[in-house]
Nanobody, 128 residues
C-alpha cells in the first residue's frame, strides 16, 4: 500500500495561484495512476484531476479544465496540482489518491471509490 501526504494548501485571493504536492512512499509509486479530489463544506467529495502512471494521459473535471494542471515526477514519487485563476468555489479540502487501475475511463478515474489509498488532505481557501 502506498502512503500519501499532501502539502501546499493555503489562503489565496481570487485570481491567484497555488501548487499542491502529494508525496508518496511505500509501494512503487510509478505503478499507480493518481488523482486529486476536493470536498467543500457540506458537499460531497468531487473529482478534480487524474494522471496515468506514466504521466502521458491527464483528465480534468469541466470546472477546472484550462485552469488546473496535474503532473507527476516518478523519480521524486510526487504528483502535483498547479491551480491558476482560482475562484472562491475552488475552496475545499484537496485530497490526492492512488489507484492501480490501468483502465483509464470516467468510471475508473472520476469515481473516488476506485481509489485505494488517500492522503489526509490539505485546505485550500480562495477569498473573493
Amino acid at each position: 500500500q502506498v502512503q500519501l501526504v499532501e502539502s501546499g494548501g493555503g489562503l489565496v485571493q481570487a485570481g491567484g495561484s497555488l501548487r499542491l504536492s502529494c508525496a508518496a512512499s511505500g509501494r512503487t509509486f510509478s505503478s499507480y495512476a493518481m488523482g486529486w479530489f476536493r470536498q467543500a463544506p457540506g458537499k460531497e467529495r468531487e473529482f478534480v484531476a487524474a494522471i496515468s502512471w506514466s504521466g502521458g494521459l491527464t483528465f480534468y473535471a469541466e470546472s477546472v479544465e484550462g485552469r488546473f494542471t496535474i503532473s507527476r515526477d516518478n523519480a521524486k514519487n510526487t504528483v502535483y496540482l498547479e491551480m491558476n485563476s482560482l475562484k472562491p468555489e475552488d475552496t475545499g479540502v484537496y485530497y490526492c489518491a492512488a489507484t492501480e487501475t490501468r483502465k483509464y475511463t470516467r468510471e475508473t478515474l472520476f469515481v473516488d471509490g476506485q481509489y485505494n489509498a488517500w492522503g489526509q488532505g490539505t485546505q485550500v481557501t480562495v477569498s473573493s
